[in-house]
């Protein structure tokens, strides 16, 4: 392992050399089975062929231009990408490079919007226990899990927790004199996926809207087809129509791989940032543009997300089926599934390790599955006959 890295992540015992699929070969030839695609990132598997053949035509044109120009490829991933999401109300975007930045820029855009229509103090933003929403000061201080707290304060104040699934909670801090916007995740990741109640994001949809707060969907790990949806937040319902939310942010699997995220705004939003309140050196790169649109034109198609649904189901119903002593709960939609264990995840982790697959934890007892779109059947078979060993 290689010593010059600072000492900021629990890494396991490998180093990977290529990949193909859903398989990466380590240095030393080993093949192993990943149900992790990057954390939700390459939702295409590794090696793509039509990923692969785009971002290499783009980067044999230019790799980067800044964002005093346009590039035909950005220009063409923001127009397919706000269609992608306009069943959701979204009108138009700002593109970066990561699902924090989306996240800082989807609340200054709530602060903007609350200020210039109702002047100062109206700047809070509401999150769940239990959300993740980034790791810089700003999104550390948005995440509702004290663990990520620790050693890292001051924060940026003016953010507010509840717990999720709370109606009460939430219709007393939805306070209209001082919420500017509520940020959630339709299905929290980090926290062992866990996906919000009917009840709970159709209350959420009213009062946002009774109460002019921007209503924010955080999309990037459950969005992009990862639920079998192309976002989360669209198998939701309010007064047995489809919620249009104001503000949406995506990055992880975006591009396929390549660091790109995305805000996007609905049509309260579409107006508020002006020259010069948002910026972001690398966004809309036109490399990780290229890529972002072999992500649309794959994923979002109905058979294609109808294949990620069953799929997912696939997994869970075999998981339940086992009636395994050491499984206490399997949750999950689509292709984002967690695996409640009676012991600690890690040393599952590493014994995986040993086995040739793959997988993720989420919280102490908690497995997280999040393997490529492009998975196979019988390789879902391999990977559970290896994961029911392993526990």
């Known amino acids: ?7 900021n ?11 193909q699929g859903a398989w990466l070969v380590d240095t030393a030839g080993k093949k192993y089975l990943d149900l992790s695609a990057g954390i939700a990132v390459n939702c295409l598997g590794h090696a793509y062929p039509p990923l692969v053949k785009a971002i290499s035509e783009q980067a044999a044109k230019f790799n980067h231009v ?50 210039k229509k109702y002047g100062p103090g109206r700047h809070t933003i509401v999150t769940l226990r239990g959300s993740f929403h980034g790791r810089t000061i700003t999104m550390l201080a948005a995440t509702g899990q004290d663990s990520f707290h620790k050693d890292f304060g001051p924060f940026t104040e003016g953010f507010a927790y ?9 219709e007393k801090a939805l306070d209209a004199k001082t919420v500017a916007g509520l940020l959630i995740e339709a299905v929290q990741g980090e926290s062992g996926i866990r996906p919000q109640s009917p009840e709970f994001i159709e209350k959420a949809a009213r009062l946002c809207a009774e109460r002019d707060i921007l209503l924010m969907f955080d999309e990037i790990q459950c969005g992009l ?36 995220g995305a805000v996007l705004a609905g049509e309260k939003a579409e107006n508020v940032f002006e020259v010069g309140d948002h910026n972001s050196t690398f966004g809309g790169n ?106």
Not at 10 to 18: D, I, T
């Open 162 to 170: 509840i717990p999720g699934g709370d109606i009460d909670a939430l």
């Open 225 to 260: 087809g990862r639920t079998g949806s192309f976002l989360a937040f669209e198998q939701y319902r309010c007064a047995g129509k489809p919620i249009k939310a104001d503000v949406v942010t995506l990055a992880k699997g975006l591009a396929g791989g390549l660091p790109a």
């Open 286 to 391: 036109p490399v990780a543009a290229a890529a972002g649109l072999v992500v649309l034109e794959t994923v979002n198609t109905p058979a294609f997300l109808a294949e990620i649904t069953r799929k997912g189901e696939k997994i869970m119903a075999a998981i339940r089926g086992w009636n395994h002593p050491a499984v206490q709960e399997v949750r999950g939609r689509g292709l984002m599934i967690g695996i409640d264990i009676e012991k600690d995840a890690w040393p599952i982790l590493e014994a995986g390790i040993a086995r040739g697959i793959l997988i993720l934890a989420a919280g102490q007892k908690t497995l997280r599955l999040l393997p490529p779109y492009t998975i196979t059947d019988s390789e879902i078979e391999q990977g559970l006959e290896i994961l029911k060993k392993l526990l």
């Open 1 to 7: 392992m290689n010593d010059f890295f600072m000492h």
């Open 9 to 19: 992540f629990h890494r396991l015992p490998v180093v990977f050399a290529g990949g």
């Open 66 to 115: 800044s964002n005093y120009y346009q590039s035909e490829t950005a220009a063409l991933f923001a127009e397919k990408l706000v269609a992608a999401c306009a069943d959701g109300g979204m009108k138009n975007l700002f593109l970066g490079n990561s699902g924090a930045e989306a996240n800082e820029a989807a609340c200054k855009i709530a602060r903007k919007y609350s200020l």
